[in-house]
Nanobody
Framework: VQLQASGGGLVQAGGSLRLSCAAS????????MGWYRQAPGKQRELVAD???????NYADSMKGRFTISRDNVKRTIDLQMNDLKPGDTAVYYC?????????WGQGTQVTVSS
């Protein structure tokens, strides 16, 4: 699986961004897909993920602000981010996982100014 993320950028606090991740390769629908982020000097952390059946899981600080979705036909996942805060500034990575094997996209920078 190869993953290509897009949609990052610079936004003011309170604003919104939508990230997209396009996957190549077969069997996309059976992977758990997710978004992670890594801020400078910090470990990579889960933002949200979504199973092949569409069940979602969010980190506590993202609940109510971020929404993850997937389209198994188009082989894409999106992350709608609302009410962004300076603490959301990070490089965001798309992830595909199955049976402990992980694939990562190249990352897209999100910067939230105060």
């Amino acid at each position: 699986v190869q993953l290509q993320a897009s949609g990052g950028g610079l936004v003011q606090a309170g604003g919104s961004l939508r990230l997209s991740c396009a996957a190549s390769g077969s069997l996309f629908s059976i992977y758990r897909m997710g978004w992670y982020r890594q801020a400078p000097g910090k470990q990579r952390e889960l933002v949200a993920d979504i199973t092949s059946a569409g069940n979602t899981n969010y980190a506590d600080s993202m609940k109510g602000r971020f929404t993850i979705s997937r389209d198994n036909v188009k082989r894409t996942i999106d992350l709608q981010m609302n009410d962004l805060k300076p603490g959301d500034t990070a490089v965001y990575y798309c992830n595909a996982a199955r049976f402990g094997v992980n694939f990562w996209g190249q990352g897209t920078q999100v910067t939230v100014s105060s």
